[in-house]
T-cell receptor, first 111, second 113 residues
């Protein structure tokens, strides 16, 4: 299996909802990432897990909460989001850190 | 110093032509330079990458040219096809400080038949 999968593909949520994004890879990669991408912009790094430990948090608001249950899974828990949080949320994984492989993303709309 | 500047913002090329996208950086510690291709509604896909010990790398119709002294690198797409229409991002990274990719601002390429 040589891909990163993400679920759901689309998510619409209200500002009071709690939802989770899921990411999975079976390439044996040691690092997994969450990125946020707004339209016509490059991906912005949010979190990095290396060997299942949070290694980078790019000063992301606490309404985003990452979790890495095991070396193949990465979750992003969402709570009390704002409309400006609407974006494409990308998961990536890497063995080396420099070659990063992205999933298809979850299109999130916050109403 | 952590920025990667990318140009042009958008590019229109006729089918069969050559598409050229340029990137420039300041931080001389960068030692890995990938290019990503992103189609609408999809995640970025690693297209080709280069390290500063070589001046050129070619994979099929895609070539990276690297000028270490000028701190510039570029992507050339030969014989551009309508299927190449996508947004292209250059990026840079420091191998010993892994996990952080510094992305350029992106170039939207449109190839017309």
């Amino acid at each position: 299996d040589t891909e990163v999968t993400q679920t759901p593909k689309h998510l619409v949520m209200g500002m009071t909802n709690k939802k989770s994004l899921k990411c999975e890879q079976h390439m044996g990669h040691r690092a997994m990432y969450w990125y946020k991408q707004k339209a016509k912009k490059p991906p912005e790094l949010m979190f990095v897990y290396s060997y299942e430990k949070l290694s980078i948090n790019e000063s992301v608001p606490s309404r985003f909460s990452p979790e890495c249950p095991n070396s193949s899974l990465l979750n992003l828990h969402l709570h009390a989001l704002q409309p400006e949080d609407s974006a494409l949320y990308l998961c990536a994984s890497s063995l080396t850190g420099v070659e990063q492989f992205f999933g298809p993303g979850t299109r999130l709309t916050v109403l | 110093q952590q920025q990667v500047k990318q140009s042009p913002q958008s590019l229109i090329v006729q089918k069969g032509g050559i598409s050229i996208i340029n990137c420039a950086y300041e931080n001389t510690a960068f030692d890995y330079f990938p290019w990503y291709q992103q189609f609408p509604g999809k995640g970025p896909a690693l297209l080709i990458a280069i390290r500063p010990d070589v001046s050129e790398k070619k994979e099929g119709r895609f070539t990276i040219s690297f000028n270490k002294s000028a701190k510039q690198f570029s992507l050339h797409i030969m014989d551009s096809q309508p299927g190449d229409s996508a947004t292209y991002f250059c990026a840079a990274s420091i191998s010993y400080n892994t996990d952080k990719l510094i992305f350029g601002t992106g170039t939207r390429l449109q190839v017309f038949p």
